[in-house]
C-alpha cells in the first residue's frame, strides 16, 4: 500500500496521532520519497526541530522510521538522513487489535469471576472480599455499598471481542 493511501485511511491516522502527539503529527503525515534530514522536515514544514526529532525518534522506536548517518570530512558532524517505513503499519495494527483482544478477554472474564459492591455516593467499586472487610460500607466515606450489577458491561466487552475477532478472522470461543 502507498504512503498516501495508508495515510488517508483514518484509522491510521489515528494510530499515528496516537504515536506522536499532535505536534509530531505534521512530520508522520508527510513523509518524504527517499531520505531527509530532521532539518530539512523542520524548515519544510515550519515546526521546532525539537518536535520534529521527537516525532522521528518514536517513528524509529516503533519501526516506521530509519536513519543512517553520514559524517562530514571537514567538520565531523553527525548528518542523519531518515527514511520512512510506513508498510509496517498494517501488520503493527493487527499486533496492536491481538493485544486488545487479549486484554478485553481477561477483562472480561475478571467481570464475570467477580463479584462486585459499589459505593453509590463516591463511586468506588470494591470486589465481594473487600466488601465484606469493610462491612458493606465504604472506608471513603461510610455508607452502606450495594451489590452492583456489571451485565451491561460484560455484554459490551463481548460485543468488541466479537468485532474484533470479526476483523482479525479468529474463531470465536464456540466455534473453537
Same mark, same amino acid.
Request: charged content about 35%; glycine content about 6%.
Given at each position: ?94 499486533? &496492536?487489535?491481538? #493485544? !486488545?483482544?487479549?486484554?478485553? %478477554? $481477561? @477483562?472480561?472474564?475478571?467481570? =464475570? +469471576? ?34 452492583? &450489577?456489571?451485565? #451491561? !458491561?460484560?455484554?459490551?466487552? %463481548? $460485543? @468488541?471481542?466479537?468485532?474484533? =475477532? +470479526? ?10
Amino acid at each position: 500500500m502507498a504512503f498516501e493511501d495508508l495515510l488517508e485511511d483514518p484509522v491510521i491516522q489515528k494510530y499515528l496521532h496516537e504515536l506522536v502527539g499532535p505536534k509530531g503529527m505534521p512530520v508522520a503525515a508527510a513523509p518524504p520519497d527517499g531520505e531527509v534530514t530532521d532539518e530539512e522536515l523542520a524548515e519544510e514544514l515550519g515546526l521546532e526541530l525539537n518536535d520534529v526529532r521527537r516525532a522521528l525518534f518514536i517513528l524509529y522506536e516503533n519501526d516506521l522510521a530509519s536513519y543512517r548517518r553520514l559524517r562530514d570530512e571537514d567538520s565531523g558532524w553527525l548528518t542523519y538522513l531518515w527514511t520512512f517505513e510506513y508498510d509496517k503499519i498494517p501488520e503493527q495494527l493487527e499486533e &496492536e487489535m491481538y #493485544r !486488545l483482544l487479549d486484554g478485553l %478477554e $481477561e @477483562r472480561r472474564q475478571y467481570e =464475570r +469471576d467477580n463479584e462486585f459492591y459499589l459505593c453509590e455516593h463516591c463511586g468506588i467499586r470494591f470486589e465481594f472480599g473487600e466488601a465484606m472487610e469493610f462491612g458493606f460500607e465504604c472506608p471513603e466515606c461510610g455508607n452502606q455499598i450495594d451489590a452492583m &450489577e456489571n451485565t #451491561r !458491561l460484560v455484554t459490551a466487552m %463481548e $460485543e @468488541r471481542i466479537d468485532e474484533l =475477532r +470479526d476483523e482479525l478472522n479468529v474463531e470465536t470461543e464456540a466455534e473453537a
